[in-house]
Nanobody
Framework: QFQLVESGGGLVQPGGSLRLSCVLSGFTLDYYSIAWFRQAPGKEREGVLCISMNGAGTNYADSVKGRFTAFRDNAKNTAYLQMNSLKPEDTAVYYC???????????????????WGQGTQVTVSS
């Protein structure tokens, strides 16, 4: 059964760090791109970062530049989102999403990503 499962969310103080994981099962990550989205309370879901088959990153959210990094470990069939210098406005449910192509799209249209995880909650608060 094909599945994406996120983990690593939680409560963190402002300025802290978290690393989210997205594990794929039933499918190999090797040849595909994968993105991270987030949805804050009362807001629409937005794209954050995408990482292509060869590890190139595409940033969709100016607010996370210099703070968030996406990377992948194909041997573990896992993608990661490293989040540093977290701010309260980063509070959201974070989702990983798989695109059936090696490259990342230039825009974070949800329709470009065919498979989604269930999400993991990140709360940044003192």
């Amino acid at each position: 059964q094909f599945q994406l499962v996120e983990s690593g969310g939680g409560l963190v103080q402002p300025g802290g760090s978290l690393r989210l994981s997205c594990v794929l099962s039933g499918f190999t990550l090797d040849y595909y791109s994968i993105a991270w989205f987030r949805q804050a309370p009362g807001k629409e879901r937005e794209g954050v970062l995408c990482i292509s088959m060869n590890g190139a990153g595409t940033n969709y959210a100016d607010s996370v530049k210099g703070r968030f990094t996406a990377f992948r470990d194909n041997a573990k069939n896992t993608a990661y989102l490293q989040m540093n210098s977290l701010k309260p406005e980063d509070t959201a449910v974070y989702y990983c999403a798989l695109r059936g192509f090696p490259g990342c799209p230039s825009t974070a249209r949800e329709a470009y990503f065919g498979s989604w995880g269930q999400g993991t909650q990140v709360t940044v608060s003192s």
